[in-house]
């Protein structure tokens, strides 16, 4: 019996296997895509380009050019309104709100709607060891543009916010400290976008995904995260697009065992034909880290000399090298600084009251 059995279970073995497939034909090999020319292209200042732009795309210019724009409202063109209970898009209750498709007698054209809201809060006492601390929020959302003789002054369509808190101690004069963050998701282009317009490095203007966020005083970091595309202009004649999340600290701002000579993250730029090129330095994250081990690499913290892996289309620049920056211009050349009390001051009444 334990023979017939075990030659019937090799029988039924047998029987379940499965007949050999015939070879599939993948055709020939894909070939490898050739590497773009990159030989008139210094890295360090494209990338360094690419950072002070980055500096300049925030919440302020966004406001600015709302209010250099507001300035050539006039009575009934466009109208202006308080948000309702619910507000609007993107829009709170009690928030001011431009709304109109509209020409005024100076020719000024008006279209879509276009909401702001700011605050500010003070606490605490300057003659105390905690200080005195500054508060102040302001958001512009929705979708407006602002002609003159056929031309945009002013072209929003998005949102963007910033907040910022500065602290200030008589009993210890020589203790200051404000950070300041921003965000902006949207579209901003015409002549009064404060520079958005005027900057050689963005004639016309920009479309963003972009935060920012920043400390002073005591100890200066700047961390920037997010992208943005050009419609019209190219970055070093070449760039049309970047890609950017990374730490960099400051004066004071890096610890023991911090490095002060590069950024935690990576930069990437975009030409006109898609192609990425991403340095990379410092891990940002934990994981970030765990996956450079993981690779192999040991000690991927203890790297800290200003230069970082170039990687074209993902894979390893080793024909190129690593490209080595000094990052000390990030706050010393148009240091990035919180906004005066003052910006934060935009009420529909003071509005109003300056329409002829």
Not at 172 to 177: I, Q
Not at 187 to 199: E, K, P, Q, Y
Not at 279 to 284: D, E, K, M, N, Y
Not at 288 to 306: P, T, Y
């Amino acid at each position: 019996m334990r023979c017939l059995a075990t030659t019937l279970g090799a029988c039924l073995l047998v029987g379940c296997q499965a007949e050999e497939a015939p070879p599939v034909d993948v055709g020939a090999p894909v070939e490898t895509l050739p590497l773009p020319d990159v030989s008139g292209i210094d890295f360090a200042v494209a990338f360094k380009e690419q950072l002070q732009l980055a500096k300049t795309v925030h919440t302020g210019r966004v406001w600015a050019g709302m209010v250099a724009s507001l300035e050539r409202a006039q009575q009934g063109c466009p109208d202006f309104y308080l948000a309702g209970e619910g507000g609007g898009e993107g829009m709170a209750a009690g928030d001011a709100v431009w709304q109109d498709d509209c020409t005024t007698q100076g020719g000024t054209g008006w279209s879509g709607s276009v909401g702001w809201s700011s605050a500010l809060r003070l606490t605490g006492a300057s003659d105390t060891p905690e200080g005195q601390t500054l508060d102040a929020t302001r958001t512009v959302s929705g979708g407006g543009t602002v002609t003159a003789g056929g031309e945009a002054i002013w072209l929003f369509d998005g949102e963007a916010t910033d907040a910022t808190a500065s602290t200030v101690s008589t009993v210890d004069p020589g203790y200051a400290r404000w950070t300041w963050s921003s965000t902006v998701r949207g579209t901003l282009a015409g002549s009064a976008a404060d520079g958005a317009a005027a900057d050689p490095r963005a004639p016309g203007g920009w479309r963003t995904d972009l935060s920012v966020y920043a400390t002073g005083g005591d100890a200066s970091l700047l961390e920037l995260r997010g992208n943005l595309y050009l419609p019209d202009g190219l970055m070093m004649e070449r760039f049309d697009s970047f890609e950017i999340d990374a730490s960099f600290p400051g004066p004071g701002a890096a610890g023991p065992e911090d490095c002060a000579l590069e950024p935690k993250g990576w930069l990437g730029l975009r030409d006109q034909n898609a192609w990425w090129y991403d340095v990379v330095f410092l891990p940002r994250y934990d994981d970030d880290l765990s996956d450079v081990q993981d690779s192999g690499v040991e000690n991927a913290r203890s790297v800290c000399d200003g230069c970082g892996t170039l990687y074209l289309r993902g894979v390893e620049a080793v024909e190129i090298g690593q490209v080595c920056m000094d990052f000390g211009f990030l706050f010393t050349e148009e240091p990035v600084a919180p906004p005066v009390t003052a910006d934060y001051v935009l009420s529909l009444h003071q509005i109003l009251s300056e329409v002829p």
